[in-house]
């Protein structure tokens, strides 16, 4: 029955199964397609980038965009390689390069709350289970067409990352505070929070930027490491990991205060390589100007 359930995804298992080689080949035509013909969001990506980059030339955001797109094509296939690949695979393709920094909060006994964005194959945390023993949740907004949604879980839990809707993630964290369970939360933190959400507005890639403030009270409430994870792409296919400590004690620092450290983290290391972030996200939809929600939260400044 578990096989015949996943036969609806057959076309998927059938793209996973091709050698990288190939799927390559497919991400370049793809990109032919999304960039040259149809024009995938290309007017968010370069308003993105102008807002981002005000110094750069048009030729240097015209060249970042395209590679963008190119490696946007890249992790889409990436993605569903995750279907069937193997853990020695993973293992050759995805380079830890501090993993004795894990090692010591294992030693210690210390939950993670890994604060990630849309940077490098963020998709390939979901391998971190097979490296490090920790039981590993992630926290994601369903997607409203039911067989997405069934694949997309399918992907991220072959490895044994427990998927939690994002509504129930503060309650999945605590419980396991509570029953003393040792696990790595992974929390995507550059997503674009609702009008009604509570939020926090930091200059953020020069533009005032909504952040949602759940990771902090998190991450206070439970006193759980937060790591950000660094992508670094050595080519195609190929992924240097780099744990980079934002906050070792979150409970004696002040509100916001690991927001703005996850902030300054992802810019970092979107100016090292601004082709590896999500540039068609539509992140700046929400203004401060026209936010009602939570005035008595100041704007903060670097």
């Known amino acids: 029955m578990k096989y015949l359930s996943k036969l609806k995804f057959l076309p998927f298992y059938t793209v996973s199964i091709l050698p990288m080689g190939v799927l390559y080949v497919l991400s370049d035509m793809m990109y032919f397609l999304v960039y040259r013909l149809v024009g995938y969001r290309k007017k968010v990506v370069f308003n993105n980038l102008r807002n981002s980059f005000p110094s750069k030339s048009e030729e240097e955001i015209g060249q970042i965009a395209k590679d963008f797109y190119r490696h946007f094509c890249d992790i889409v296939l990436e993605s569903f390689k995750r279907l069937t690949i193997g853990e020695k695979e993973i293992k050759k393709r995805l380079l830890i390069k501090n993993p004795e920094l894990i090692q010591e909060y294992v030693n210690d006994q210390r939950s993670i709350l890994m604060y990630t964005g849309h940077q490098g194959n ?101 006193d759980q490491v937060v790591l950000f994870p660094f992508f670094k792409k050595l080519r195609r296919g190929y992924y240097e990991l780099e744990f980079r400590i934002i906050e070792d004690h979150p409970q004696i620092r002040d509100n916001f205060e690991i927001l703005e450290k996850y902030a300054q983290q992802l810019e970092q290391a979107i100016i090292s390589a601004p082709e590896l972030w999500l540039w068609s996200h539509r992140r700046w939809k929400l203004k401060r100007e026209n936010d009602p929600f939570m005035p008595e939260l100041e704007y903060a400044s670097k």
């Open 122 to 222: 963020w998709e390939w945390l979901v391998f971190l289970p097979l490296m490090f023993p920790y039981s590993s949740n992630t926290f994601y907004k369903p997607i409203k067409n039911k067989y997405f949604d069934e694949l997309f879980k399918n992907m991220r839990e072959r490895f044994g990352v427990n998927c939690v809707e994002s509504d129930k993630g503060f309650r999945t964290i605590i419980d396991n505070h509570q029953r003393k369970i040792l696990t790595l939360n992974c929390m995507i933190g550059d997503q674009s929070p609702t009008k009604k959400s509570s939020k926090y507005w930091y200059n953020f890639l020069n533009q005032e930027t909504a952040f949602f403030i759940g990771a902090d009270k998190i991450a206070k409430k439970t």
